[in-house]
């Protein structure tokens, strides 16, 4: 399956959550994913919960 690169996904509003916590609310998410196949960005549009994982060694990742 072919991959796309640099698309932009709105999400439309969504909690932010941080945990259980509900920290606040979004009107309108939207986010550059790097690379996807079609079918993943459409499980990500129609996802009821997405994750956002801080990947170690990445830039801003704790370092200084």
């Not at 259980?20 to 986010?31: R, Y």
């Not at 996807?36 to 801080?54: D, G, H």
């Amino acid at each position: 399956m072919s991959k796309v690169t640099n698309v932009i996904v709105n999400l439309g509003p969504r909690m932010l959550m941080v945990g259980k916590e509900v920290l606040g609310t979004a009107d309108n998410m939207s986010i550059e994913v790097a690379e996807a196949t079609e079918e993943e960005l459409e499980k990500l549009k129609s996802a009821y919960e997405i994750r956002l994982v801080k990947m170690v060694g990445e830039s801003g990742a704790g370092g200084h």
